[in-house]
């Protein structure tokens, strides 16, 4: 199937009510601890998975979605060094490739704001230096000229374990479910509601418990 990223996705549907986002079932917000090691690295602001471990897949590949998703289209330069650091050579020129297609199908609208979530993840397979994650994500987006709207993915990583971190070899994508939309109530769907209550916020960083 053809890449889909936030703008023009054909899942899309308007926000009904407040954006909710859901740690992973085998993860939550990452926090720097020294009690455990920590599944999850900053370089240069961009999260590399570096736990050896099925929920240390599981928590790289739903790092690398989240900014994935809110990235290829809205920050180049950061959507590029995570390719950098997270992708295995073979893998980066075809994932920007598709990118750069679907941001020219579909380009960033002027203003807008975004934040995206991994609300569920599974591990499909894993050995001792590969694994397969599939990810069902979501992403919201509002404008002064758009109304709030939600998009989902579902996206199965492979990856590989090489010079201490997990590296992307392979992203395919499949047709996600989309959830029915709760009441809205005075009017909180509304971009001005989203501006008012949700700034200054970002997304999480998710991490293996």
Known sequence: MSRRWIFGSLVAAPVA???FAVALAAGEATVHSTADPSPIHLEEGIPVGVLHTPAGALAAGANYMA???RSAATAP???RR???LAWAPSARTAELDAAQQAVRQAPAPEGVHLLTAVVAGRVEQYRSDTARVE???EAVYWSAAIAPTQTWSLDELSLQWSDGRWQVSAHTTAEAPVPGWASVYHANDTSHSFDEALKGMSAPYYGAR
Do not use: D, K
């Open 17 to 19: 009510a407040a954006v």
């Open 135 to 137: 990810l069902w994500s």
């Open 82 to 84: 995570l390719l950098e």
């Open 67 to 69: 900014v994935e998703r």
């Open 77 to 79: 330069a950061e959507f």
